[in-house]
């Protein structure tokens, strides 16, 4: 079975930095395309950034040129550069991961934005 563990949440404040990361196990297949989701409160989620297994990446225009997504595949880790955070940034943060069988969604983790 499939899991996905984001770590990395927490408060900063307006312009700080923090790194998210997702742990991937359990997999038997290769892991795909790995994205990074957030959903602020009552609003939709939304894709923030995703990695191909070939290493492309694409990023919602809110975070280009802020944000950085990379995989270490030997760690099973994906991870989330976030810098020049925002207010706008607060949300509960989502990893999903893909392989041939199915996709999958971690348990999010909460990052908080002050002012």
């Known amino acids: 079975q499939v899991q996905l563990v984001e770590s990395g949440g927490g408060l900063v404040e307006a312009g700080g930095s923090l790194r998210l990361s997702c742990l991937a196990s359990g997999s038997t297949f290769p892991m795909g395309t790995v994205g990074w989701y957030r959903q602020a409160a009552g609003k939709q989620r939304e894709l923030v950034a995703n990695i191909t297994s070939g290493d492309a990446t694409n990023y919602a225009d809110s975070v280009k040129g802020r944000f950085t997504i990379s995989r270490d595949n030997a760690k099973n880790t994906v991870y989330l550069q976030m810098n020049s955070l925002k207010p706008e940034d607060t949300a509960v943060y989502y990893c999903?991961?893909?392989?041939?069988?199915?996709?999958?969604w971690g348990q999010g983790t909460q990052v908080t934005v002050s002012a």
């Open positions: 999903n991961a893909q392989n041939i069988v199915g996709s999958y």
